[in-house]
């Protein structure tokens, strides 16, 4: 099994739309969430993180963490043309110096 | 702030070839990860280093696969022979510490296509 599971998708929505991409991960120890961002033939960005249980909004995105049943989620409220990007979650492995694990990614396509 | 820079950006060379990738840092930051992120995956970590020492290098191919980080700032990895399978986009990234909370910034990867 994967330290960090996510649906690749594509996802394609509507311009306006509201997105939720989610991801799973299988370590109870794992403390701290990211979603980054990737455009095409770009680095991966960093977006949000959040750290334990809860929500953290800014702007249009929300990022939430739920422990109990290991579930994460980014939310894109009115989602714009310019969001279509990959989005991916990761979590940093605390036995391997940080790096970090990250998910297939979500492909998200917004269409004006 | 400059961003991680990283050479080249585009690479194509057949099978059993050699191949090498530089990546320059944020100015001041200790820890340097390479990844290698194929088509349709999240990025794998190939190897990390902090200051000019190995952290992690378990996933990393050693009997193709070699990396250094000289003097601790750039590093360069190396591929010999390439395989096909090695088609991806390598990824180099850095913080300012070895920390869950210290944030790593991407450079834009070289782009390697293995014929």
């Known amino acids: 099994q994967k330290e960090v599971e996510q649906d690749p998708g594509p996802l394609s929505v509507p311009e306006g739309a509201i997105v939720s991409l989610n991801c799973t991960y299988s370590?109870?120890?794992?403390?701290?969430f990211m979603w980054y961002r990737q455009y095409s033939r770009k680095g991966p960005e960093l977006l949000m993180y959040?750290?334990?249980?809860g929500n953290k909004e800014d702007g249009r995105f929300t990022a939430q963490v739920d422990k109990s049943s290991k579930y994460i989620s980014l939310f894109i409220r009115d989602s714009q043309p310019s969001d279509s990007a990959t989005y991916l979650c990761?979590?940093?492995?605390?036995?391997?110096?940080?790096?970090?694990?990250f998910g297939k990614g979500t492909s998200l396509l917004v269409t004006p | 702030e400059a961003g991680v820079a990283q050479s080249p950006r585009y690479k194509i060379i057949e099978k059993r070839q050699s191949v090498a990738f530089w990546c320059n840092p944020i100015?001041?930051?200790?820890?340097l990860y390479w990844y290698q992120q194929i088509l349709g995956q999240g990025p794998k970590l190939l190897i990390q280093?902090?200051?000019?020492?190995?952290?992690?290098d378990s996933q990393l191919p050693k009997d193709r696969f070699s990396a250094e980080r000289l003097k601790g700032v750039d590093s360069t990895l190396k591929i010999q022979p390439a395989k096909l399978e090695d088609s991806a986009v390598y990824l180099c990234?850095?913080?300012?510490?070895?920390?869950?909370?210290?944030?790593?910034?991407f450079g834009p990867g070289t782009r390697l296509t293995v014929t």
């Open positions: 990234a850095s913080s300012l510490e070895e920390g869950a909370y210290d944030r790593q910034y």
């Open positions: 370590n109870s120890a794992f403390q701290y």
């Open positions: 959040t750290y334990s249980s």
């Open positions: 990761a979590t940093p492995a605390p036995n391997s110096g940080y790096a970090l694990n």
């Open positions: 100015s001041g930051h200790a820890t």
């Open positions: 280093f902090q200051n000019n020492g190995v952290v992690d």
